[in-house]
């Protein structure tokens, strides 16, 4: 295994501007999987009830996500649901039922724990390291993280990402994690707390990479319809973190450049892209690698001068 | 003259998180007219009153300004107050006093009139199209206008800008021009419109140029600090009008590429930049062409891929 994935695996119900599915395939480490599944092998670390369907086992093992760490155990297979407001640019949680979810151990199989690169989903913090300490040959490990840990668990998530060499947040969550207005007074205090190369993700606006002695700006994909842009930051996740273990790149070695870097920040904007085209993670039933590379060379075009 | 610039010339007040300023020199023309100058050679069309001074005269015929078109006439300059709220996304007008702008009947000099290069300004539409009717050799004319014009002066707006080469507005003044919340399928309608060049501002995020068949976007430029936002939009109007005059850029002409147009939507991007670095037109005291030029380059190696 090449890329190991920890985090949710759920049910979600969705409404946006353009419909409404009461139950569908969600989960951050499903979409993050589905995304890093185009670059290179992925495994997953998560926990689905006895009510989780063959059909949603069946597209995971179809891209090619090995299952060996997805417990199933008695019980109810998490749950969530969301609304989305007119613009989508926010979205109210209506449910959350955690059900086999709120016992979760994370067990990272044997045969993943030689694997070299570890993306950590928005789980609470605690789980995050105990999985990371069960690696024993990692080369790049980051994650994600929320508002809540933030807020609420912030000694934790701090002796956390100290470990991390990679941190991806939205800009409200930086802007909670530093105390800093200004992002880019927020990335230098972010990568003061661990973390050498910091991702902030702005939704529609793009995202921005910061490192110690630079940064790289990418504006947002100007899709024509967003249907659903539930799971869009886990896809980015997956197609940068999926980007760099299919180069076999390692951020702390002297080689990495720039501009592999920003090859993977455009990876995981053109997947984050994708996924909001379709409800939930019905894109990635169609989607191929050359539809992924075309969309590569799109962002080179529309941003060149 | 290469470029000749309508719209106030002003005095305005200015309150950010980082101070206040009770009067200081302001107006659409004027940052304008100062950004524009480091391109090329600037003639300005607008009124003021008997106390504007000597010192705001001196600041503009500094930057090389012709103010054969600044009409001095009884009573006093235009003057506008404004309040920025903590995140300076948005902004409050305290007041709005006319003064002599509310009888201002644009005059085109006859030394201005075979300049083939023309930016209105946000004022009513009314003078725009006036002013634009007095140039005899216009090779390109485009321009700004506001919520308040779309909304209540719709038909004379659309009668305007039919005759435009090129439209700068805002994102809410696309969505509100176009009745579209699609900022692509908005600029689809208003390409219909006739402009066949529109660029989208997006304040803190860039701005996107469309054309019918293509388009380029270009992520803000992450200032640490910025003072006061006043004029960014005005300046970024004048650095990309700027631009094009000073390379002899006829937007109508089969040798335009869509790389120099990008690269006037740089230009725009920097002159916003270094507009927010202080209040009021303080930064022009200073800003040289090279400070200007480096910026430039920073803006390729945080985007290029």
């Not at 007119?86 to 067990?107: G, H, I, Q, S």
């Not at 909670?176 to 200004?182: A, I, T």
């Not at 910061?210 to 994909?221: E, I, T």
Request: glycine share 10%; proline share 3%; with cysteine.
């Amino acid at each position: 295994m090449s890329l190991i994935v920890i985090g949710s695996v759920a049910y979600d119900g969705v409404e946006t501007p353009h419909g409404k599915v009461d139950r569908m395939l969600g989960g951050a480490a499903t979409y993050i999987s589905l995304a890093a599944s185009y670059f290179t092998k992925v495994g997953i670390v998560a926990v689905v009830g006895e009510d989780f369907a063959q059909k949603d086992t069946d597209l995971l093992v179809g891209h090619g996500v090995d299952l060996a760490g997805l417990e199933r155990v008695p019980g109810k297979t998490f749950f969530w649901a969301g609304k989305y407001t007119p613009d989508m640019n926010d979205r109210e949680t209506l449910t959350t039922e955690l059900n086999v979810f709120a016992d979760f151990d994370p067990k990272v199989p044997e045969s993943y724990r030689d694997s070299p690169y570890l993306l950590m989903g928005n789980i609470q913090p605690k789980l995050q390291r105990n999985v990371r300490s069960q690696m024993r040959k990692l080369r790049l490990a980051g994650g994600d993280t929320m508002n809540f840990w933030i807020a609420d668990f912030r000694q934790e998530l701090l002796e956390t990402i100290r470990e991390w060499d990679f941190l991806l947040i939205n800009d409200g969550e930086a802007r909670m994690l530093s105390g800093e207005n200004n992002l880019k007074k927020a990335a230098a205090k972010i990568l003061e707390m661990g973390p050498h190369t910091l991702v902030i993700k702005r939704g529609e606006y793009g995202a921005i990479l910061f490192r110690k002695d630079s940064y790289f700006v990418v504006p947002g994909y100007l899709l024509e319809n967003v249907f659903d842009p539930t799971g869009a930051g886990d896809c980015f996740a997956g197609g940068f973190s999926g980007y760099l273990a299919q180069q076999g790149f390692d951020l702390e070695s002297d080689h990495i450049t720039r501009g592999e870097l920003s090859r993977a920040v455009i990876f995981g904007s053109v997947m984050g892209s994708f996924c909001c085209e379709r409800f939930g993670v019905e894109r990635f039933r169609t989607l191929t690698r050359a539809e992924i590379d075309a969309r590569f060379q799109e962002f080179r075009r529309f941003t060149s001068f």
